[in-house]
């Protein structure tokens, strides 16, 4: 059996925090913005059955690469000391798309638009995915949570029980309360 491949998504993870107001708000807490983020995608790659790879900075920092999977089909690179998110991003695509995947790159970084479409890639601004994203939210929410309606009365488990049956579970409990 041939299972599909499913398109990737190579997303500039800061440049898309930056771009976003939601998540821009919570810049003072980059590592609050960064789970948003992720939770964010992840449900989005979920819906749309679309890999996502999710690329973070670390050019000025001293810590090694690191890589963590978030469910199936979702991927965090924290790129290593030296190297920045737009060369990993740049890599990336041309390696995937040289293996014949559908690659689009999420940024808004002009300069890594050239690199990526001379790969192969495609590329989407940050403000035009954050659309998809959010049309995906609201379609999650109308088909999977609808609206939640109450129970207009309260049911009650002696209700749904013949005499008999409610008599012997009364002796019952009579009968442990005076032990």
């Avoid at 790659?45 to 890999?51: D, I, P, V």
């Avoid at 192969?120 to 049309?135: D, H, N, T, Y």
């Avoid at 029980?161 to 409610?166: K, N």
Wanted: hydrophobic share 40%; charged share 35%.
């Amino acid at each position: 059996m041939c299972v599909a491949r499913r398109d990737h998504y190579l997303i500039d993870g800061y440049n898309v925090i930056h771009a976003w107001p939601e998540l821009k708000r919570l810049c003072g807490d980059l590592a609050a913005a960064r789970d948003a983020l992720i939770h964010l995608l992840t449900e989005y790659g979920a819906f749309e059955k679309y890999e996502i790879t999710l690329v973070f900075d670390a050019m000025f920092t001293e810590d090694e690469e690191r890589v963590e999977r978030v469910g199936r089909h979702t991927r965090i690179i924290y790129t290593g000391a030296g190297e920045t998110a737009d060369s990993r991003i740049e890599r990336l695509a041309y390696e995937e798309a040289h293996r014949g995947r559908t690659i689009y790159v999420v940024t808004s970084d002009g300069a890594v638009e050239s690199v990526i479409l001379g790969a192969g890639a495609c590329r989407i601004p940050s403000l035009e995915f954050r659309k998809q994203v959010l049309r995906v939210k609201r379609e999650l929410k109308r088909d999977y949570l609808g609206t939640v309606r109450l129970p207009e009365a309260r049911y009650v488990v002696s209700d749904r029980l013949d005499r008999d049956t409610a008599a012997k579970l009364d002796a019952l409990r009579k009968q442990t309360s005076e032990d």
